[in-house]
């Protein structure tokens, strides 16, 4: 039980367990990001996405329903923020707080209005099974990497796969270009042909959806119990916001990144654990306050925020028109 | 398919109406209160009914309806400072999403000040010195990234949104760290916990009858003026008014633009902060999370409004009755909440983004006939 | 039978607001052809343009695609059209490799990028005579490989009717000479060509026919062969018209303010304007022409303060005022106003009242904190007055009145100011006969005070009639000042152009340089 090599691969292993909503949260971001589109409502469409999701999965008693209810609902939000801001041309901040804030109020009301129907996850054994660890074959022998890596449910491997699907999309195929092109310079992906209304939309609607698949994961590490005073997003879709900036709009950056906070945010439990494991290398962290793990994600974002302005750098993956509404007729 | 011709085409209006703009809003509020009764009755409970006790906030008929009267200003005072605060920075095209964390500074420098301060000064000074020290600590906070932002072009969005999470965890450390030099906890308490502040921290309350009024609400009323005075008749407040409207004109107008953004930013973060100190002056104790979504909300609020002052007052008071009414009416109701509000709260502020829309352009038909007037 | 056009359009009206940018306007090409599109600075040219490739919609009229009627409601018809458009404003995606901005609106390759991309665009460039680096970023390039780009990009989609907009702008003379072989190449082909310019010997050179427009009218087309750079000068400014401006003869004093060797850069980078020099005393007008973004705006940005020069001087009454904040240029009496084409923009904020648009410059200078308006509604009830301003109130938006009324609350603003040194660039656009008068009143009051006037304008017939001397600008180039009432609208018409060089017509005197000039009187104000 104190064997330090266990407590440091189950430290490990919860990294990925806990932290791979983060990464959902950040590629849909980065997708609806690349369209040139600021949505501050990750938060609230995770939160959608998540009650819905798990509802119709437990009421489905599968997998696939959940996901599929989860990324639609979720897809919902993204498709209202579309309309909002880019038929209507309203501000994106504005919209994207209000997306979290209906979200979040949505989320409750529902939760509450479910009173004693709210069903629990072991009624929906196809949830509690599609949650399970999975062993790779293999690779999961290997010591402690195999626990942490390839002992994982499917949800992990499919949010990984995610990230790299995105990112092969991004970068080579031509609908990848194009929708580059449009977060970046919609004047000249307009004057190629480029249907910017078709590109924002499909982009904002299926980014916001992989945000709903990562509230859908939350929704089953949280066990599916609903409290009405915490969200199971707790934050997470806020944490994604500033992922997309360390990870510089790169999905299998976004990887990387979610390890980087994932770290701090599952040292912040585990710091004790590791204190006590290894109390010669780690003691310190008892010294540690819990809060400044908690903090650490928002503090090196807003430094790389700071620091990638002050050297204004040319790899900067901030798509050039990030936050302004396209009009074609300007002038 | 050559002649495929979209139904509308969409030209920028001239000029907009005040009369279509208050008729959008109105039918906003009417509309996401009939999406809410939809809601409610798939809820099983009688819209009718709820929207009574919403809108009356529980008063008529409760034992002490003075004491409602009370609760409501404490909810109502941070949240029409933050939203005539954040107008001002909304007026630069400043994009200060950070009322959360100014909020939370000025909450706990304000506790600094009462925890160390609350034995040895009267109350008038205490809670003056706890303004002071919530204002500068709020402003302090905004004025780093407007200087960020002014010199180096920092996204302010983002990094606001950062700021106010690392204000949050700041403050958690000291809710919930126990420890000697905590002043804050209460030394009585195991868990840790926050001591009530001295007495003369606590907010002044003028008695009238058997109703307390709290000072903040006057100073809130008088802040309402003061800032419709200092945006519509001084100096600084034209120069808001002119970067705000085209920061080239600005500069051609021989305006200092940065430095006119620095000041109005530490005023606007600087009077969320005091919203923060009045805050927990009126409640008389630090709490881990004081702000009360108060920064979020006071983005609708002032979104809402159009950023013009008295309309700021008016739909604080509507969304303060929203958000107080629900906890009210939650009472009655288990299934529903406060969050009932903030769900009534998106809709209106969701029609009222998309009416915006035909304030600002119009639909022609092709050819030249207007569709939508 | 009738001739089949690749492209024609039929009365065609646009108009932003209260401007009409065309007015039944009829345009065609044959396929094979090169048709050059000449007028002046905002006679609607790329407007007009515009409407082919699909960026606005015509309010009316009718577009014909090899003779089908057919309806451009966005880039994309216009590409499935054939049409495609070189925009004078590169359409370009900054941190994308030259490849990947013509991949982006391919159509025929596969979904997934591949890298031998880079390979078929090379060879496709080869082909046409381009020699570009596809995998070179577009941030790295140097404008005219910008250019380049565009011109290839269109290439690729295969337009067979290609637009181009002002394409040797940025070019060098062999790079003009290889555009121009590519284009005799494409017209063999059979493609048709509309190319905007405003090079005379171009025109003569490269095209067949010639359509004029003027202040977004159409004028006529004609045959290149049948033509000479006289008839498409008259064509294109017009004939003269008398107008009955006063030019009042006042006494000149010495120069008020002094320009030496100035070079500016535009916000693309490149030079704007390139080493001039002139001078204005007090109690003249100076006027300015030239056609459209031939460095205008850059000058009257640079002498009000608000754009860094990268050399030369500019001294006002033997003070150098380089690298003065425009608040202290405001203070020596120097008074900027530009008309921008949408006229809001610079020295208006468009939702402020007219009241608090008089106050711009001078709401620092009342005592106390607050803005004196009694004084602003003073002024603005008598600029309405002064110049029949048509309004609700002094309280209205300015972006709510007409695009003549804006123009008068920004120069009455100016003149109420009491400057030594006026310097407005295009005062009357848009205005009607009667407030566009009322402005050259205005002026020639100035005059006679003893101010001196930089009048950069539009309109060859009024800055004749109202100017003492002309000042010409290519390019940012001078070609020569003249005496407005000696020189022709030919001769302007030619200098503009860059068909006529007058600017060392005089030996012994270099043209804009002052024979009492306070440069060197001290010699500390030099930098």
Redesign the interface.
């Known amino acids: 039980m104190n064997d330090p090599i266990n407590v440091l691969t189950l430290f490990l292993f919860n990294i990925v367990l806990i932290n791979i909503p983060l990464l959902y949260g950040t590629v849909g971001e980065i997708v609806v990001e690349k369209a040139g589109s600021l949505d501050l409502g990750v938060e609230g469409t995770m939160a959608v996405g998540a009650i819905f999701g798990y509802l119709a999965g437990c009421a489905a008693n599968s997998m696939v329903v959940g996901l599929l209810v989860s990324f639609l609902a979720a897809g919902l939000c993204g498709a209202l923020f579309a309309v909002l801001t880019v038929s209507f041309q309203a501000n994106q901040n504005v919209t994207g707080l209000t997306i979290t804030t209906f979200g979040l109020g949505l989320y409750f009301f529902v939760g509450k209005g479910m009173g004693e129907r709210w069903p629990a996850m072991t009624v929906a054994s196809a949830l509690v099974d599609g949650f399970t660890a999975r062993e790779l074959p293999l690779l999961s022998k290997i010591p402690v990497l195999g626990k942490v890596f390839f002992s994982q449910n499917l949800l992990v491997y499919l949010g990984v796969a995610v990230a790299v699907l995105v990112w092969w999309y991004l970068n080579f195929t031509k609908t990848g270009l194009r929708l580059r092109a449009v977060g970046e310079n919609p004047g000249a992906a307009d004057s190629v042909g480029v249907n910017i209304l078709l590109y924002k939309y499909v982009h904002l609607i299926a980014g916001s959806g992989i945000m709903g698949l990562g509230g859908f994961y939350m929704a089953l590490n949280m066990s599916g119990s609903f409290e009405g005073s915490n969200c199971w997003i707790n934050g997470y879709g806020w944490i994604a916001i500033a992922l997309v900036i360390f990870a510089n709009w790169n999905p299998v950056m976004a990887i990387l990144g979610t390890l980087v906070f994932g770290f701090f945010n599952t040292l912040q439990i585990y710091s004790g654990a590791l204190a006590g494991a290894f109390p010669g290398g780690l003691g310190w962290l008892n010294a540690v306050p819990a809060q400044l793990f908690k903090a650490l994600p928002f503090i090196i974002t807003a430094i790389v925020l700071i620091a990638s302005s002050v050297r204004k750098k040319e790899g900067s993956g901030q798509p050039a028109a990030l936050g302004l509404n396209y009009f074609r007729e300007e002038r | 398919m050559k002649n495929r011709q979209p139904l509308f085409h969409v030209v920028k209006r001239e000029s907009g109406s005040p009369g279509r703009q208050i008729l959008a809003y109105v039918a906003a509020v009417a509309l996401a209160l009939v999406v809410g009764a939809v809601l409610l009755a798939v809820q099983g409970v009688e819209p009718l009914t709820f929207y009574k006790q919403m809108l009356t906030m529980g008063i008529p008929g409760s034992r002490y309806p003075w004491r409602a009267v009370e609760n409501f200003i404490k909810l109502f005072v941070p949240l029409l400072i933050v939203s005539l605060a954040l107008a001002l920075a909304f007026k630069m095209r400043f994009w200060n999403i950070g009322g959360e964390g100014q909020f939370i500074m000025g909450a706990f420098w304000a506790g600094v000040a009462a925890m160390n301060l609350g034995e040895s000064l009267p109350r008038p000074a205490m809670v003056l010195v706890m303004a002071v020290a919530g204002a500068l600590g709020g402003g302090v906070y905004g004025l780093f990234v407007a200087a960020l932002k002014v010199r180096f072009g920092t996204n302010e969005t983002l990094l606001t949104l950062m700021l106010n999470y690392i204000a949050l965890y700041f403050l958690q450390f000291f809710a919930e760290t126990k420890a000697d030099w905590n002043f804050f906890l209460d030394p009585e308490s195991a868990r840790p916990k926050f001591a009530k502040f001295p007495a003369s921290a606590q907010m002044i309350t003028i008695p009238i009858g058997p109703f307390n009024l709290n000072l903040s609400l006057v100073i809130a009323l008088a802040l309402c003026a003061l800032i419709f005075a200092y945006l519509n008749y001084t100096k600084r407040g034209y120069e808001i008014a002119v970067v705000g409207d085209s920061p080239n004109t600005a500069r051609y107008a021989g305006m200092k633009v940065g430095k006119i953004v620095l000041r109005t930013i530490f005023i606007s973060a600087a009077l969320i902060g005091m919203a923060g100190a009045f805050h927990v002056s009126s409640a008389g104790v630090m709490s881990a999370s004081p702000t009360n979504d108060v920064g979020w909300t006071g983005i609708v609020v002032a979104w809402l409004a159009k950023l013009n002052t008295v309309g700021i007052l008016v739909a604080a008071v509507l969304i303060t009755v929203l958000q107080f009414g629900c906890q009210t009416a939650s009472a009655t109701y288990p299934a529903i909440d406060a969050n009932f509000a903030n769900l009534l709260q998106g809709v209106i502020l969701f029609i009222v983004l998309a009416a915006d829309f035909f304030t600002r352009f119009k639909l022609v038909r092709r050819g030249g006939k207007e569709a939508v007037k | 039978m009738e001739e089949r056009y690749a492209i024609e359009m039929r009365g065609i009206c646009k108009s ?2 209260s401007v009409a940018a065309n007015k039944d306007v009829n345009l065609n090409v044959k396929p094979g052809e090169i048709l050059a599109l000449l007028g002046e600075n905002g006679s609607g040219k790329t407007t007009l343009m515009n409407m082919l ?1 699909g ?3 015509p ?2 009229g009718s577009i014909f695609v090899d003779g ?4 451009i ?9 054939g049409i495609g ?1 070189v ?1 004078q404003h ?7 490799s030259a490849a ?2 013509i ?4 159509d025929k ?5 591949k890298k031998d991309r880079y390979d078929v665009i090379r060879d496709m460039a080869k082909k046409f005579g381009f020699d570009i680096d596809p995998r070179k ?1 577009v ?1 790295n390039m140097a404008v005219s490989e910008k250019q380049t780009l565009e011109i290839v ?1 269109v290439l690729y ?1 295969g337009a067979k009717i290609i637009i181009l907009d002002e394409p040797t702008a940025v070019l060098t003379v062999q790079e003009t000479v290889k555009l121009f072989d590519v284009l005799r190449r494409m017209k063999a082909e059979g493609h048709a060509i509309i190319i905007i310019t405003h090079k005379l010997n171009e025109v003569l050179e490269i095209s067949d026919r010639v359509a004029i427009l003027r202040k977004g009218e159409y004028i006529t087309t004609v045959d290149t062969p049948s033509t000479n750079e006289q008839q498409l000068t008259e064509y294109m400014v017009g004939r003269k018209v008398e107008l009955n401006i006063q030019r009042p003869v006042v006494e000149k004093t010495r120069p008020l303010l002094e320009i030496r060797d100035l070079t500016i850069k535009n916000d693309e980078g490149a030079l704007a304007i390139d080493h001039v020099s002139f001078y204005i005393r007090g109690g003249e007008i100076l006027g300015v022409a030239g056609i459209a973004g031939c460095g205008q705006k850059e000058l009257c940005e640079a002498i ?1 303060g ?1 754009r860094p020069i990268e050399g030369g001087q500019m001294i006002h009454k033997g003070d150098n005022i380089v690298g003065l ?4 240029i ?1 203070e020596k009496g120097i008074s ?1 106003s530009f008309i921008p ?2 006229r ?9 009242s007219i009241t ?1 648009n008089m ?3 001078k ?2 200078q ?1 005592k106390g ?3 004196d ?1 009694k004084t602003g509604r003073a002024e603005a009830k008598q600029v309405i007055a002064d110049l029949e301003i048509v309004t609700p109130s002094t309280e209205t938006p300015v ?2 009145l007409s695009g003549g009324n804006v123009q008068k609350v920004l120069l009455g603003r100016e003149i109420k100011a009491g400057p030594n040194v006026i310097v407005t660039a295009y005062p009357v656009r848009g205005l009607d006969i009667n407030s566009s008068y009322a402005i050259y009143d205005i002026l020639n009051r100035q005059k006679q005070d003893g101010v001196g006037i930089l009048f950069v304008g539009e309109d060859l017939d009024v800055m004749m009639g109202l100017c003492d001397k002309i000042m010409v600008l290519c390019h940012g180039k001078v070609m020569g000042v003249v005496h407005a009432h000696k020189t022709s609208k030919e001769e302007l018409g030619l200098m503009m152009t860059g068909a006529l060089d007058l600017s060392h017509k005089y030996e012994d005197k270099p043209a804009g340089i002052a024979k009492d000039s306070r440069i060197g009187e001290n010699e500390e104000v030099e930098e």
């Open positions: 932003f607001g490739s960026i606005y919609k309010d009316s089908q009627e057919v309806s409601n966005s880039p994309e018809d216009a590409k499935r059209l458009m925009h590169f359409k370009l995606v900054d941190v994308f990947d901005n991949w982006l609106g391919d390759s596969g979904a997934v990028l970023k941030y990009k989609y009000a608000l904040p425009p608040k202290a405001l900027m084409e949408d809001l923009g610079m020295g208006l904020a468009p939702s402020m608090d106050l711009l410059k709401y620092d009342s904190p607050f803005v308006r972006r709510r």
